[in-house]
């Protein structure tokens, strides 16, 4: 009991820092990075094991007649979209069930056009630009950035990519069938040691960080055709993604626990990183349902993390736009 009241509690001052922040932006003002004592805080709560708690409740049946007031209330406190779901009320079981739920079919309509990308999730965009060169960074919020190296990972393609793009002296294939499998052909096996054959020439590297708020659809789907070669987890804490946390807490992107996966599409390197929260320490693939997350931060930063090749001799996991890829529920995307 005295658990359930203690998460209410933080959830109710959630609710009234987002609104605050909301106020602020209507109002102009620009949220800046400033720690505080409560930011220092948080790394003393156990909120792995809070977010497991959490996890158990949301995974209790609701019995048949009480399930539509359940989830009609949490729709008013977070403004979920009812008539979109998929089934009616009482076909979901459990809270998570309701999480998770899909959506009518052509709820979301795909753009057909192969040079369009599609959101991979419902959210609000926090941030996005461009990474111009080599250790570029990613701003969390005025008065701070942290490394996109950092959040994809040491072993990430990203570092050849940009200097690639930046007119590293490479020798390039003319073959088409090379030119479809560039960077792929950088050894998995070791890291340290790769073939240096280049990706195909991009316009560009650009990145968006999308976050979902509780009463968001929380699928995640492939925003582009695109082959995914590798996935990367990394174990880390389960700071909260809010508006007070980003300002407040360094790194919290990189801190926190994350499941990356690195690909290619038509014009070239591909990543796309789902950050799990306070709450929220399970993300789940639809291309690896083996896959098990919401695991205790390694004792040293220098340990690397668990890493899985999709088919080293081909061409890795095919997306279509659109694709589910997987779910969680109320991680940030980059």
């Known amino acids: 009991m005295a658990t359930l009241l203690m998460l209410g509690l933080l959830h109710a001052r959630r609710l009234y820092d ?10 102009g003002i620009e949220i800046e990075f400033s720690p505080d004592a409560k930011a220092a805080f948080l790394r003393l709560l156990p909120l792995r094991s809070i977010s497991r708690i959490w996890g158990f409740i949301t995974n209790v049946e609701y019995p048949i007649w009480l399930r539509p007031y359940i989830y009609k209330a949490w729709a008013r406190a977070f403004h979920s979209n009812l008539e979109e779901a998929a089934l009616p009320l009482d076909q979901y079981a459990s809270l998570r069930e309701f999480f998770i739920r899909t959506l009518k079919d052509g709820s979301r309509p795909i753009d057909p056009d192969l040079h369009c990308l599609v959101s991979p999730v419902d959210g609000r965009i926090l941030r996005f630009g461009e990474l111009k060169e080599s250790g570029a960074m990613i701003e969390q919020v005025k008065g701070f950035s942290y490394s996109a190296s950092s959040l994809l990972g040491a072993t990430s393609f990203l ?3 940009q200097e690639d793009m930046l007119g590293g002296d490479v020798e ?24 240096l054959t280049p990706v195909r020439p991009m316009k560009g590297l650009f990145y968006c960080v999308i976050y979902l708020k509780p009463g968001d659809y929380h699928r995640v789907h492939s925003p582009v055709d695109c082959d995914i070669f590798l996935r990367r987890h990394f174990s880390g804490r389960l700071f909260p993604l809010n508006e007070r946390a980003t300002r407040t807490i360094r790194n919290l992107y990189v801190e926190n626990e994350r499941v990356v996966l690195e690909g290619q599409w038509q014009e070239g390197y591909f990543a796309l990183a789902a950050i799990g929260a306070t709450n929220i320490g399970s993300i789940e693939l639809f291309i690896e349902p083996e896959l098990r997350t919401n695991k205790p931060k390694k004792l040293l930063d220098s340990e690397p993390p668990e890493e899985r090749v999709y088919e080293p001799q081909g061409v890795g996991v095919t997306l279509k736009k659109g694709d589910e890829v997987g779910k969680a529920s109320e991680p940030c995307f980059v």
Not at 18 to 27: L, N, S, T
């Open 18 to 27: 987002d609104k605050q922040v909301e106020e602020a932006r209507e109002k």
């Open 159 to 161: 570092p050849l990519v």
């Open 172 to 195: 390039q294939s003319n073959s088409a069938n090379d030119s479809k499998k560039s960077w792929w052909r950088i050894s998995f096996a070791s890291p340290q040691v790769r073939d």
